[in-house]
């Protein structure tokens, strides 16, 4: 069983086109998380759902749409694809201290969508 | 904003010979995590560091935190060819910070 899933896992496109990653976590975690890895490596957190209520939302342009339906799942709308959108995409899970905001234990990541943009 | 400093970027060694990559921070962390990503992979927990100067070892891997809780390490012993990819440093706090990460590539 895969415990953070996210589809597609390649993803080719044209600018201007609009496209959506799914990404579903059974670990029973209350909080679901959207990074972009760009070709640098570099790893940048977009969003944070915490049961279902955004609660990170970094400086993204507004063509991105996070969306999430239950705790168990986060998707990522993204409108009028630009050629630096072209990254990996990676959804993560883990529980969150309400108290102190941090995550407890570990994130989970899933396996990653390769996002190109033509 | 809160950020942590990872460094170096890179770094090739030889086979046998050891690694280290460094963190830093400008603000006392709560904790910090380290994270391994293999070449194509996703990057996957290795540890969590909680205490000041807390050293703990996986194997060939050593982990410490330093007493003022603002800089960690990452060092390996006798490298290997599985040890390659990137290793990250992460504040788990807030925003889930990642530092920027250490590729390292072993030459056989």
């Known amino acids: 069983d895969t415990a953070v899933s996210q589809t597609p896992k390649y993803l080719v496109t044209q600018m201007g086109n609009d496209k959506s990653i799914k990404c579903e976590q059974n670990?029973?975690?209350?909080?679901m998380y959207w990074y972009k890895q760009d070709s640098k490596k570099f790893l940048k957190i977009m969003f944070s759902?915490?049961?279902?209520?955004?609660?990170i939302n970094e400086t993204v342009p507004n063509r991105f749409s996070p969306k999430s339906p239950d705790k168990a799942h986060l998707n990522l709308h993204i409108n009028s694809l630009e050629l630096g959108d072209s990254a990996v995409y990676f959804c993560?899970?883990?529980?969150?201290?309400?108290?102190?905001?941090?995550?407890?234990?570990?994130?989970?990541f899933g396996e990653g969508s390769r996002l190109t943009v033509l | 904003g809160q950020q942590v400093m990872q460094i170096p970027q890179y770094q090739h060694v030889q086979e046998g010979e050891d690694f280290t990559t460094y963190c830093n921070s400008s603000?006392?962390?709560?904790?910090i995590q380290w994270y391994k990503q293999r070449p194509g992979g996703h990057p996957v927990f290795l540890i969590q560091?909680?205490?000041?100067?807390e050293v703990k070892k996986q194997k060939r891997l050593t982990f410490q935190f330093g007493e003022a809780k603002k800089n960690s390490s990452l060092h390996i012993t006798a490298t290997q060819t599985t040890d390659v990819g990137t290793y990250f440093c992460?504040?788990?706090?807030?925003?889930?910070?990642f530092g920027d990460g250490t590729t390292l590539t072993v030459k056989p």
């Open positions: 603000t006392t962390l709560s904790n």
């Open positions: 759902y915490n049961n279902k209520e955004l609660i």
């Open positions: 670990l029973g975690h209350d909080t």
């Open positions: 993560a899970s883990s529980h969150r201290n309400p108290r102190t905001l941090s995550h407890t234990g570990e994130l989970f």
């Open positions: 560091l909680v205490k000041s100067g």
């Open positions: 992460a504040r788990p706090s807030g925003k889930s910070t």
